[in-house]
């Protein structure tokens, strides 16, 4: 009897698993292409760790955290495209596991490259940032878009903390930029269903193609701010350096 119960509770899980997630607009069954606009709107992303790497490349090749996150957005694309197709639980998976480490190592990259902090502390922040990131998770509003809001809020104050810097005002731009491209994709993420009956297709698709915009524009704040074929110091380091007279 007991092996009995435990096999059955293997099956149950493993048909949680399988099951079908009809989340959006556009999915209106579990078939595999339900979701065309959702699905082929993820190329977004490779097109844009494409863009990221060739940049890298120009920039000498030599930043390896810059390269991990170039990495990780081509596995944005291909997990989402799977999720978006598939259309199960555990296909899910592969679709916010990429994303989370995107922001977490995006998150953790900035206080280090931006700020300059050292590894401990920078870690210990991150790690702050995840749990209360994965607390807002649980949080059911807004469509789901509620575990995205630490994220906006960390582009948006990076972005005033270095602006009133002074010394990295690029960086600061870029980051304002991502943080209004970001939110404005969240809003859209956010009415998905609500529009339904007024436009079918959803809005899902919209938020795959401006965030892949938005970590474009990461990216490139990244690898520009990172050691470069011509200039191995940080920006950081820069300041720190004193200036012909």
């Given at each position: 009897m007991p092996s009995s119960r435990r096999s059955n509770r293997l099956q149950r899980t493993l048909m949680d698993w399988r099951a079908a997630i009809m989340d959006y607009c556009e999915r209106q069954s579990p078939a595999f292409w339900a979701e065309p606009?959702?699905?082929?709107?993820?190329?977004?992303?490779?097109?844009?760790?494409?863009?990221?790497?060739?940049?890298?490349?120009?920039r000498g090749g030599a930043d390896y955290p810059a390269l991990a996150l170039i990495i990780v957005t081509a596995s944005v694309g291909v997990g989402s495209f799977i999720f978006h197709t598939v259309a199960t639980r555990g296909a899910m998976l592969l679709d916010v596991i990429p994303i989370a480490i995107f922001i977490y190592g995006y998150f953790l990259l900035a206080l280090r490259r931006y700020f300059g902090l050292p590894t401990a502390p920078a870690a210990a922040?991150?790690?702050?940032?995840?749990?209360?990131?994965?607390?807002a998770g649980t949080i059911e509003a807004l469509n789901g878009s509620v575990a995205y809001l630490p994220a906006l809020a960390a582009l948006s104050i990076f972005a005033l903390l270095l602006w009133r810097q002074g010394g990295q005002r690029e960086t600061a731009r870029a980051l304002a930029a991502a943080a209004l491209l970001f939110a404005i994709s969240l809003l859209l993420r956010t009415i998905d269903r609500a529009i339904c009956p007024m436009f079918p297709l959803g809005a899902h698709f919209v938020w795959h193609l401006l965030?892949?915009?938005?970590?474009?524009?990461?990216?490139?704040?990244?690898?520009?701010?990172?050691?470069?074929?011509?200039?191995?110091?940080s920006p950081i380091q820069k300041a720190k350096e004193p200036t012909a007279a």
């Open positions: 606009a959702n699905a082929v709107s993820n190329f977004a992303f490779i097109i844009a760790a494409a863009a990221a790497f060739l940049l890298w490349r120009r922040i991150t790690l702050a940032f995840a749990a209360g990131s994965s607390f965030n892949a915009c938005v970590l474009w524009i990461l990216l490139r704040a990244a690898i520009r701010a990172g050691p470069g074929a011509d200039d191995q110091a």
